[in-house]
């Protein structure tokens, strides 16, 4: 056949409606069921014991929609679409949103390092630096006055130590108010005022528009390393500190089993709410794990619990869900879990 110049016309259309379709950015962000990623890899322990089985962290995949990614999204099971100003807040960048979750990655590590060697009763110390600044929002009251990367290190005169030490204190003032904060900045320290401002979206609750990591230093020993790589979010946090724990007692807690959860974890071993809990659910089932932990948020109504135990009917597995509140929770569980046969 002889190929005209109406044929090329006509391939370069197809050409440049295939590119839009699989490139353009709609204001549009997609979750889907990600992967169950065993941790041996992922955290070394120095000279640490090994198990049988393995503990999994869970992920849910999710970014920028194109138009084929909507399209699918539309009818596909378990896949999630939200307007991209509810996944990130207007004037913070793909990239900008990515470092902080990157950096809350670093803070659930942190935490599950500090829940797992105390309860292994392993030498650890913490050395508190001040509030470390990830984002600042486009607009608002922070905006070209702080910068990333600045470290507050003092309110009204008081110490800071931990972002919610900031939080608390923004939250018993007004609309209006002006706060003083001491920072680092380049290694210089100086001080800023800034007057608060009312978030509409966030029931009118106070602040200055900024996102906030606690800048903190733990020692441990022995030394345990992350490769988490580009996983970034803290809902790890409870299966980190649980591989961790593991490779530092003998006794192997994995008891030969496959072991999935998730939950975001404090200092103090609590485990905290996360998204997505439905589709992690459906990678844990398709790794084969036998075991899924799920924040139980104290028993309350529509709970991470109550969503993964509907999910796992849903997709009609033997996988048991575990509620859990706490780190020792999930310990606990373990402990007492038969060996597998």
Do not use: W
């Amino acid at each position: 056949m002889k190929f005209t110049k109406r044929h090329l016309v006509y391939l370069m259309v197809v050409i440049v409606i295939a590119f839009f379709l699989s490139s353009y950015k709609l204001p549009y962000y997609v979750y889907k069921p990600g992967d169950a990623d065993a941790l041996n890899p992922i955290i070394e322990v120095d000279d640490g014991f090994e198990s049988v089985g393995d503990m999994h962290l869970v992920t849910v995949r999710g970014g920028q929609a194109t138009p084929i990614q909507y399209a699918v999204a539309k009818v596909l099971p378990h896949h999630e679409i939200y307007p991209i100003k509810e996944i990130r807040p207007e004037g913070v960048s793909e990239e900008e949103y990515f470092h902080v979750q990157l950096q809350m990655m670093e803070s659930s590590q942190e935490a599950a390092k500090v829940v797992g060697y105390t309860a292994a009763e392993e030498k650890i110390e913490i050395n508190y630096n001040g509030v470390y600044v990830v984002s600042i929002i486009e607009g608002m009251p922070a905006d070209g006055i702080l910068k990333k990367g600045d470290r507050i290190i003092g309110i009204a005169g008081k110490e800071i130590n931990k972002s919610n030490e900031l939080i608390n204190f923004v939250e018993g003032k007004k609309a209006g108010d002006t706060i003083t904060l001491e920072i680092v900045r380049d290694k210089e320290k100086i001080t800023k005022e800034i007057e608060l401002e009312a978030f509409e979206k966030l029931d009118n609750k106070v602040g200055i528009g900024i996102q906030l990591v606690t800048d903190r230093s733990v020692e441990v020993d022995p030394n345990v390393t992350f490769s988490s790589g580009n996983i970034g979010g803290p809902s790890a946090g409870l299966m980190f500190s649980l591989e961790i724990y593991d490779q530092l007692t003998e006794k192997d807690i994995t008891s030969g089993y496959q072991i999935c959860g998730t939950g975001e974890i404090d200092y103090e071993g609590n485990v905290q709410r996360i998204g997505g809990i439905d589709k992690k659910v459906i990678a844990a089932d398709d790794e084969g794990c036998k075991v899924f932990f799920a924040p139980n948020e104290n028993g309350a109504k529509g709970s991470n619990y109550e969503v993964a135990k509907k999910s796992i009917k849903e997709i009609d597995t033997n996988m048991e869900v575990v509620p859990v509140d706490t780190f020792n929770d999930a310990l606990d569980y373990l402990q007492d879990l038969k060996l597998k046969k």
